[in-house]
């Protein structure tokens, strides 16, 4: 029974992981929204990587941040 218990609580574990990943994706995909800033529509623009390979836009009109780690983004190097 503590196996099957212990296989339970590690389905779990993956299933809030999984569902986790799929809303900061949503959220990402949202906060990029293909490019156009969320706050004014203007464009948002390639400027700076982090080490852990999240992409930083900034919108050329007000000034908005957005940082992106999944591939919600067309992968383009803009310098
Ligand atoms: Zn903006």
């Not at 906060?31 to 080490?51: A, H, Q, W």
Request: charged share 25%; glycine share 10%; proline share 3%.
């Amino acid at each position: 029974m503590i196996t099957i218990i212990g296989i339970l609580i590690c389905l779990v574990i993956l299933l809030v992981i999984a569902v986790g990943m799929t809303v900061t994706r949503n959220h990402e995909k949202k906060e990029y929204n293909n490019g156009i800033c969320p706050k004014c529509g203007g464009n948002l623009r390639y400027f700076d990587s982090d080490s852990q390979g999240g992409r930083g836009y900034n919108c050329d009109k007000c000034n908005n941040f957005v940082w992106v780690s999944y591939n919600v983004d067309k992968p383009r190097k803009e310098e």
